[in-house]
């Protein structure tokens, strides 16, 4: 079965420094996913992507996030200026022409804040 | 707001024993249920799903169904087994292609043999 894929699995990083979190969605989908999972709480919805832009985006997706789909392929989450509360696992997600009926998601992205 | 709730973990059960996550939901509309596994290391997997009241979602043994009168969609399986061990996420959407997926906290489950 086609599968989404999340690189890396764990990253580590300074406060205050950039982070990129990538993803390489299902070839053929056309709606892509951001959602996070901080230790202990609920999976949360970040933002959602469809024909190059942002189609829905949580109170959490503030400024210091941003989304991107550079060559076709890859779908990438940014983060300008870390923060310890941003410390948490990392969801890609990808879904066909049928939207959220059912979306595919990647293993994660460990983001640790130090 | 839209809103999803399950019974707190973990849950440890011996193999063939009988299985139930409860979860509600909060709804505004008529949103589409779902019942999403993770396996250790890997991603969330849509296990089942329900879109409108009274249906049952199963798959792999599991069912749920989707009862308005009590906004719940419980999770159930007759007999369990060690290969089950996993967190199961309850979660909610508006039918509307791209908008988000509410989740609940997720439940783990571990089963003994």
């Known amino acids: 079965e086609p599968e989404v894929t999340q690189t890396p699995s764990h990253q580590v990083t300074q406060m205050g420094q950039e982070v990129i979190l990538r993803c390489v969605p299902i070839?053929?989908?056309?709606?892509f996913y951001w959602y996070r999972q901080i230790l202990g709480q609920k999976v949360e919805f970040l933002v959602s992507?469809?024909?190059?832009?942002?189609?829905?985006k949580s109170e959490i997706f503030d400024d210091q996030f941003s989304v991107e789909r550079p060559d076709g392929s890859n779908f990438t989450l940014k983060i300008r200026s870390t923060k310890l509360e941003d410390s948490a696992m990392y969801f890609c997600?990808?879904?066909?022409?049928?939207?959220?009926?059912?979306?595919?998601f990647g293993s994660g992205t460990q983001l640790s804040v130090l | 707001g839209n809103s999803v709730t399950q019974m707190e973990g973990p849950v440890t059960l011996s193999e063939e024993a009988f299985l139930t996550i409860n979860c509600t939901y909060t709804?505004?509309?008529?949103?589409?249920l779902f019942w999403y596994v993770q396996y250790p290391g890997e991603g969330l997997q849509l296990l089942l799903k329900?879109?409108?009241?009274?249906d049952k979602g199963s798959n792999k043994g599991f069912e749920a169904t989707y009862r308005k009168e009590t906004t719940s969609f419980h999770l159930e399986k007759g007999s369990v087994q060690v290969s089950d061990s996993a967190v199961y996420f309850c979660?909610?959407?508006?039918?509307?292609?791209?908008?988000?997926?509410?989740f609940g906290k997720g439940t783990t489950l571990s089963v003994s043999s």
């Open positions: 992507f469809y024909n190059n832009e942002i189609s829905e």
């Open positions: 979660a909610l959407s508006e039918n509307q292609a791209g908008t988000a997926l509410i």
């Open positions: 070839s053929n989908h056309l709606y």
């Open positions: 997600a990808s879904s066909g022409p049928d939207g959220n009926e059912k979306l595919f």
């Open positions: 709804a505004t509309g008529y949103p589409s």
């Open positions: 329900a879109t409108k009241a009274d």
